[in-house]
């Protein structure tokens, strides 16, 4: 098992290494095999939705609150990327690539609590987002 790769990535790399029998060219494509992840994980982590999700899932966990709104949302993804969205972009992309939903809450659309088990599951799917 390599440690630095995701659990997809290790469930297809283990039986492949399993039918090198050299370790030394077993050991080459592992180390290839971890770098891979990495710049998989990287070019992951820079699509807009991922990192928002990133953002999403630590404000859930630091606020406590009971939603997230969508233009805090997206002052924290310009603050932390230095790329500007529109509230309305980000709000798109909740609603069409997250498939969370958003609700109207004194004026203003929110990210409800109760989807922190949906973003969860996208944190855990995704990986670790910087």
Excluded at 28 to 48: E, F, K, M, T, W
Excluded at 83 to 111: D, F, P, W
């Amino acid at each position: 098992m390599l440690e630095t790769l995701s659990p997809r990535g290790n469930q297809m790399a283990i039986p492949l290494l399993s039918l090198i029998e050299d370790a030394a060219a077993r050991e080459r494509v592992g180390v290839y095999l971890a770098n891979a992840d990495l710049r998989a994980r990287a070019r992951r982590a820079s699509q807009p939705h991922i990192a928002i999700a990133g953002i999403l899932d630590r404000l859930f966990r630091e606020d406590g609150t009971t939603h997230v709104s969508v233009s805090k949302l997206a002052r924290e993804y310009s603050s932390s990327t230095g790329n500007a969205l529109a509230i309305k972009s980000v709000g798109h992309m909740v609603r069409s690539q997250l498939r969370l939903e958003t609700r109207k809450s004194a004026g203003i659309y929110v990210i409800p609590a109760y989807e922190k088990s949906k973003v969860a599951e996208l944190m855990a799917r995704f990986g670790e987002i910087n």
